[in-house]
């Protein structure tokens, strides 16, 4: 079946530095989300993506659409502490809009 | 923006009763609800989508008789977990969806089964 592999699985960083996030799909997807979710609640939807080679800025993220349509990339520029969470990429799947498949997810720890 | 509330946040039971946790919709309708779980350090998997008025689709591998769902309207889901055991202890979270919008999630209700 698909899977959403995320990578790095986790990152540890200093408060200012420039952050990296891919993630990579074994088949084609046609819209890609972004969501960060803090410990002990939901996800939060941070970007939305609905075209191959589609960048995507939301204030500090830029995320990006894969041209192979099996990839997507998100960048969080100056992080700063309040960035620490996981992040999840996510596709829609089995031909439903909002019936959504999760990657494996990408810790982020920011130190002040 | 559209909001969606779950209730309890969490809640601990003792093993083999059960446990119905709610999700509304606060400022829109929402004709499909998903139902996701989430163990600790791992992704949200979904579990079954919801839809207003008719039964709830489950994921392969989800059992229908143990996690009970019901939409009886537009704005309220409800999971119920029948005689629930340790192994179901975990964190539930559901989503809603209006149409043409990305999904938005409520804050999840953390389960344990003592």
């Known amino acids: 079946g698909q899977q959403l592999n995320q990578s790095p699985q986790s990152m540890f960083i200093q408060e200012g530095e420039d952050v990296s996030m891919n993630c990579t799909s074994s088949s084609i997807f046609n819209t890609w989300l972004w969501y960060k979710q803090d410990p002990g609640e939901g996800p939060v939807l941070l970007i939305a993506?609905?075209?191959?080679?589609e960048l995507t800025s939301n204030g500090r993220l830029t995320a990006q659409f894969g041209i192979t349509r099996k990839d997507s990339f998100l960048n969080i520029s100056a992080s700063i502490p309040s960035d620490v969470g996981i992040y999840f990429c996510?596709?829609?799947?089995?031909?439903?809009?909002?019936?959504?498949?999760f990657g494996t997810g990408t810790l982020l720890a920011v130190q002040p | 923006g559209a909001v969606v509330s779950q209730h309890p946040s969490w809640v601990i039971c003792k093993s083999g009763t059960s446990v119905k946790i709610e999700c509304r919709s606060l400022?829109?309708?929402?004709?499909?609800m998903f139902w996701y779980r989430q163990f600790p350090k791992q992704s949200l998997m979904l579990m079954a989508t919801?839809?207003?008025?008719?039964?709830?689709?489950?994921e392969q591998g989800v059992e229908k008789d143990k996690f009970l769902i019901n939409h009886a309207s537009l704005t309220l889901s409800t999971l119920t977990v029948t005689s629930a055991h340790p192994e179901d202890s975990s964190f539930y979270i559901c989503s809603a969806t209006v149409a043409g919008s990305p999904l938005h999630f409520g804050n999840g209700t953390r389960l344990t089964v003592t």
């Open positions: 996510a596709g829609p799947y089995g031909g439903a809009t909002n019936k959504l498949i």
């Open positions: 400022d829109f309708q929402a004709t499909t």
């Open positions: 919801s839809n207003e008025g008719s039964k709830a689709t489950y």
């Open positions: 993506l609905y075209k191959a080679g």
